[in-house]
Each structure stands twice: as structure tokens, then as C-alpha cells.
């Protein structure tokens, strides 16, 4: 019999501790939330947008004017 293929595991891990900042004795969100999916839904950040993985809420940012 051919042995069994072990499955692979991912790389890179849990990062939610990323999300977060300790300041003192209180958690602080530093990225901002789903307005449509709540507190624990985070947008993820673009170079001209920030959006929702979950609903793909989509928040534009400016263009700057030199």
C-alpha cells in the first residue's frame, strides 16, 4: 500500500494579534471596522480603498491634490 500524503500546513499563522495595540492597560483597535458587520469585522487596507473580506464593503480614499 502507498503511504498516506500528510496534509500541508499553512505558513504565516494567526495574525490577529496585528489588528491590535496594548496601551497601558486598555486594548486598542488599530484598524477600523465593518460598519455593516460590526465589532469584530475589520477592513483590510489598499492603497486607494479600504474593504470588507465578508460583505466587500468598499470605502474610497481621495485622490491628493498637489
Do not use: Q, W
Not at 28 to 51: I, Q, Y
Amino acid at each position: 500500500m502507498a503511504e498516506a500524503k500528510k496534509p500541508s500546513k499553512k505558513k504565516g499563522g494567526n495574525n490577529v494579534y496585528k489588528t491590535y495595540k496594548i496601551e497601558g492597560d486598555k486594548l486598542v483597535r488599530s484598524r477600523k471596522t465593518c460598519p455593516k458587520c460590526g465589532a469584530g469585522v475589520f477592513l483590510a487596507e489598499h492603497k486607494d480603498r479600504v474593504t470588507c473580506g465578508r460583505c466587500h464593503y468598499t470605502e474610497f480614499m481621495g485622490k491628493k491634490k498637489a
